[in-house]
């Protein structure tokens, strides 16, 4: 079960040191270099954290593996670790990742419920989290089931997973799923599925991801540093998508 996290982990250069970290008032910032990674987690922190040390100028690669923690604030921070590697724009280009240089994009170009109304129509589609405007994008045009951990008026509770994801054509999977350790059991489940989309801003943009049987990694870039950083911090009371672009990244 630890397949997908280990070969994450081990892609990231040894060299690289954790220069800033923060763990803000609902996810966690790292940065190395000209690399920031950030992530998002779900509030439960049933187990006590990993790493009770300073770890600013930490190796990148130590502090990455915080995401196998059962505390999720901790586990963020080891996501946001191994997004300060893997979406630094440097590495995602090289990795052939498409996105512009200019300062700000239309994100509709890049979202995956737009961009998958037409292919998903009349099919059977699994969505695990609840994302905005879902009911207004899928419900219209496809056999549409919402899983959710906190699960609103009309969505399936998690458990239903085990039920629905197997039946369905096509899965958008949330990237919490990597701090709370679902994502490898989703991805099982999801063998038989057309396409399988990994959602968020938290999504590692890793090409190694296309071997678990992930078709699209649809993430974000960050583009402005600092911004995110206040971001982050509470100071800006902006959403995060105004630091930089969305991007969809698909196996080839």
Known sequence: MWKIYDALIGGIPENLIVDDLLSGYEASYVRSGNGVGMAHFRDYQTRLPIFTKNLLGAPLREVARAVKSWNFVEASVGLAAIN???????????????????????????DPFIMSQNEIKGKKVAVIGHFPYLENLFEPVCDLSIISWEPREGDY????????????EYIFITCLSFVDKTLPRMLELAKGARRVTVVGPSTTLAPVLFEYGINELSGFIIKDNALAHRITTGAEKVKLYAAGQKVSFQKS
């Open 157 to 168: 509770p998690f458990s239903a997973c085990e039920y629905i994801v197997p039946e369905c």
């Open 84 to 110: 300060a590697y893997y979406n630094n724009p440097e590495i995602a280009r090289a990795n052939g990742v498409k996105f512009s240089d200019n300062r700000r994009v239309e994100d509709r170009m890049y």
